[in-house]
Nanobody, 128 residues
Framework: QVQLVESGGGLVQAGGSLRLSCAASERTFRSYAMAWFRQAPGKEREFVAAIKWSGRTTYYADSVKARFTISRDNAKGTVYLQMDILKPEDTAVYYC?????????????????????WGQGTQVTVSS
């Protein structure tokens, strides 16, 4: 139903920055909360950041707080992840995900299984 395409990954030196983008197909009947997850080989998929449709509520994993910023431009159907002060441990495939939003609920889910629409991922590699 929802098509998501990530871009912006690449190779960067530790301490550098990248901005990931996730472009979503247009939707007529639903608004979505969006999130970023990441997964390294042999590891579980890990929550990174999430944002409600309004953009006014965000949540970050402790490991990326103060370094990453999630934002969205609903007119463009795009969500972004600005990643600053990157560390080698940030190396992973980053996935964009979407779920139906609940605008009258203040919280955002951080559980991967609650997100039903996924992009194919973009590789981020941080060298030391």
């Amino acid at each position: 139903q929802v098509q998501l395409v990530e871009s912006g990954g690449g190779l960067v030196q530790a301490g550098g920055s990248l901005r990931l983008s996730c472009a979503a197909s247009e939707r007529t009947f639903r608004s979505y909360a969006m999130a970023w997850f990441r997964q390294a080989p042999g590891k579980e998929r890990e929550f990174v950041a999430a944002i409600k449709w309004s953009g006014r509520t965000t949540y970050y994993a402790d490991s990326v707080k103060a370094r990453f910023t999630i934002s969205r431009d609903n007119a463009k159907g795009t969500v972004y992840l600005q990643m600053d002060i990157l560390k080698p441990e940030d190396t992973a495939v980053y996935y964009c995900a979407a779920k139906e939003d609940e605008p009258f609920i203040a919280t955002i889910s951080t559980a991967a299984h609650e997100y039903h629409y996924w992009g194919q991922g973009t590789q981020v590699t941080v060298s030391s």
